[in-house]
């Protein structure tokens, strides 16, 4: 049943006791069949992958998920996507949606360093004489620098000695978050004894593209820079589990 409220009327509730008034009709929907679930926002965002911050966005502001986020909210209830968003007469589209406000924040060394951690999987970008080529490989960080292993002869252990990228990035579709940090710098071959022995002791992975890579390169940085892509609160709206 739908609820209409004059100047004068409280604004319309949930069963929480929640206001409803700046509700999309997802928003209501997500909210009425978490509850006939007997869900907790807690429990639901554990079971899509999101956070409680980010159920409660949707639930009562104007919210853009992406498919793959309505997909995973629609099978943790039970339901449909169709069913979730309504269709037809029966859809009520509620306030127009509006596109959350983007705003990118520059990452210092420091934080760009600790971003890189010390190993993970990235890409390294060089040029070839048939153009630009990016590889993604196993990295360790290691005295400053970003090593990587790779075999004899290809395309990486011929850059030797130009200038080269090496980016690393994490995005978060559910919780509308991202950074990537950016290194660049010239590109080695690492041929100290003791370099070579610490990274074999350090490495713990294997790396991707199998075969045997015991060529060992490495990045030392001369520009290292890095940006978040955080979303900027609206007045009046719920913070959805973006970085702090």
């Known amino acids: ?49 999101a956070d409680a911050h980010y159920i409660a966005c ?12 309505l997909v995973r909210l629609a099978d943790a209830l039970g339901t449909t996507v169709v069913a979730l968003v309504g269709t037809g007469s029966d859809r009520d589209p509620g306030p127009p949606a509006r596109a959350p406000e983007v ?7 420091v934080e760009c360093r600790r971003l890189l951690g010390v190993r993970g999987i990235g890409r390294v970008a060089v040029f070839t004489p048939e153009g ?20 004899a002869g290809t395309v990486l252990a011929r850059a030797a000695g ?15 978050r991202a950074w990537s940090v950016l290194a660049v710098g010239v590109l080695e071959e690492a041929t100290d004894p003791a370099q070579l022995e610490r990274l074999a002791d350090a490495v713990h992975s294997t790396p991707w593209a199998g075969g045997t890579r015991t060529h060992w390169m490495k990045l030392t ?9 955080a979303c900027r609160r609206p007045s009046g709206t719920a913070r959805a589990g973006l970085d702090r």
């Open 1 to 49: 049943m739908t609820t209409f409220s004059g100047p004068g009327d409280p604004p319309p509730r949930d069963h929480d006791g929640r206001t409803t008034g700046g509700r999309t009709d997802l928003g209501r929907r997500l909210a009425a069949r978490r509850t006939a679930a007997g869900m907790s926002r807690e429990e639901l965002g554990e079971r899509c992958g």
């Open 58 to 69: 949707l639930e009562d502001h104007v919210a853009l998920p992406a498919i793959g986020t």
């Open 103 to 109: 705003q990118p924040v520059t990452l210092d060394e």
């Open 132 to 151: 630009p080529a990016v590889h993604p490989v196993n990295y360790l960080v290691a005295a400053g620098d970003v090593t990587f292993r790779t075999a």
């Open 162 to 176: 130009r200038e080269a990228a090496f980016e690393v990035e994490r995005i978060d579709e559910v919780a509308a």
């Open 221 to 229: 940085p001369v520009r290292l820079t890095g940006r978040r892509v």
